[in-house]
């Protein structure tokens, strides 16, 4: 998807084309969130899901960064799936870090997959920086 919208000339020709792939891909005219989260929680485990009830207090949309950070989207691919500006992904991210503890330019992504081999409830322990 992302890729289609960096072809397209300008911003409204490009949401067009997002809109006929959702539209081939899910039947209708937006990406649908769930078959996107279904398949990353299953591929890491139910790390999504763990992650979701550990820390609560994260926002619906820096949840979703973080589950497409572990699958492994680029920023830019985050921000087609999620219909924000490509610039908002970075922010997002600076967010989740500061809540986490994790330095500013920390892995979001191995943060969780280095804890989500051990018991990552035990939020206390991982609040450490990663690299």
């Known amino acids: 998807m992302a890729q289609l919208q960096a072809l ?45 009830n550990s820390f609560p207090d994260l926002k619906d949309n820096e949840f979703k960064v973080i589950c497409l950070t572990l699958a492994k989207f680029s920023n830019p691919e ?13 922010g997002i991210k600076s967010q989740i870090r500061k809540k986490l503890g994790i330095t500013e330019q920390g892995n979001i992504a191995n943060f969780f997959l280095h804890h989500g081999k051990e018991d990552i409830n035990h939020k206390q322990r991982i609040q450490t920086d990663f690299k």
């Open 78 to 90: 985050i921000a087609v799936i999620l219909n924000k500006s490509p610039h908002t992904i970075p």
């Open 8 to 52: 397209s000339p300008t911003k409204h020709h490009s949401k067009t084309i997002v809109e006929k792939f959702n539209h081939i891909v899910y039947a209708q005219d937006t990406m649908d969130w769930k078959i996107f989260y279904r398949t990353i929680n299953t591929h890491y485990n139910n790390l999504c899901d763990r992650i979701r």
